[in-house]
Structures are given as structure tokens and as C-alpha cells.
């Protein structure tokens, strides 16, 4: 321990670093933060799913290969998503001087991190699924309902 500092400097050091981490997480919600943008390209599904892909297959991926795994997206959105990640410096892009060329895509480090954030999502939903649809379920029974008014308030007791 530091003796050379009051008990109550080091303590109000401490709360004054306690409120700037505080600060800083908060300045998160800010519109003018920069890391919504990486929220913005993380929380795409098709990012979620490209980078799903490449971490699992461990080793890069051709074009094709991605979209035959990824049933349901399109040539153009996958396009997109790719250029997305490779901008971000998730993905990196190898084209090799061959007719035609062979282009394949892998991960980056920063993208392998970002994999593991992304593949603990996807986990999670494989595993929590049925949960999650049979909640939808029962809200959109009880959605679907007539309302009924509620009993009235104050417990009975003539509401004085």
C-alpha cells in the first residue's frame, strides 16, 4: 500500500477511476460512439453466420463454398457481407493469379476474436431454442385474447 497518500486520496482516486470506466461504458449508448458501428456490422445475421462459418471450417473458404453453407442468402448479400468484414479487417480476401481466378476468404485474428463472440450467440440459440419459440407461443396466445378488465385497485378496503 502507497503510505505516502491519505487513506481518503487513495480512496477518492479510486471512486474518481471507478467513475471514469463508468463514464466511459456509458458514452457506449452515445449516438456518436464509434463502437455502435462495429455493433451495427455484428449484429447483422449474415455477418453472424459467415463468421460462424470460417471459424468452424478453420481454414479459408471460397465464395461458393460460403454460399452453398449459408442456405437462404443471396450471391449479392453475401457479397456485401463479406466486403462488410473485410473493410472492418474481420476477413481477409486472397485472390490467386489463376483463370479463373480463385478468390477464398478467412478469418483475421481480430475476426477469430470476434467469431468467438458470435459463435457463443449462435450456441446459445441452437441450444435455447425451443424455449424461446414456445415463449413466442404463449405471448402470442395470450396476445391474441380479448382483454379483460382488471380488478379494482386498492385492495378492497374502500380505497381511503
Known amino acids: 500500500m502507497d503510505t505516502d497518500k491519505p487513506a481518503s486520496a487513495s480512496a477518492s482516486a479510486s471512486a474518481s477511476a471507478s467513475a471514469s470506466a463508468s463514464e466511459d461504458w456509458t458514452a457506449a449508448y452515445r449516438r456518436d460512439c464509434p463502437s455502435r458501428t462495429v455493433v451495427e456490422v455484428l449484429a447483422n445475421k449474415w455477418v453472424l453466420y459467415v463468421l460462424a462459418a470460417l471459424?468452424?471450417?478453420?481454414?479459408?473458404?471460397?465464395?461458393?463454398?460460403l454460399r452453398r453453407l449459408l442456405d437462404g442468402i443471396t450471391q449479392k448479400m453475401l457479397t456485401q457481407t463479406l466486403r462488410a468484414l473485410e473493410r472492418d479487417g474481420l476477413v481477409h480476401r486472397t485472390v490467386y493469379p489463376t483463370v479463373p481466378p480463385r478468390v477464398e476468404y478467412g478469418l483475421t485474428g481480430?475476426?477469430?476474436?470476434?467469431?468467438?463472440?458470435?459463435?457463443?450467440?449462435?450456441?446459445?440459440?441452437?441450444e435455447h431454442a425451443r424455449q424461446i419459440l414456445a415463449?413466442?407461443?404463449?405471448?402470442?396466445?395470450?396476445?391474441?385474447?380479448?382483454?379483460?378488465?382488471?380488478?379494482?385497485?386498492?385492495?378492497?378496503?374502500?380505497?381511503?
Open 55 to 65: 471459424r468452424r471450417q478453420d481454414r479459408p473458404m471460397r465464395f461458393s463454398e
Open 135 to 160: 415463449a413466442r407461443r404463449t405471448f402470442d396466445d395470450r396476445a391474441a385474447e380479448p382483454s379483460r378488465p382488471v380488478g379494482p385497485r386498492g385492495g378492497g378496503q374502500g380505497g381511503k
Open 110 to 126: 481480430l475476426g477469430v476474436e470476434a467469431g468467438r463472440l458470435t459463435g457463443a450467440i449462435g450456441e446459445w440459440s441452437v
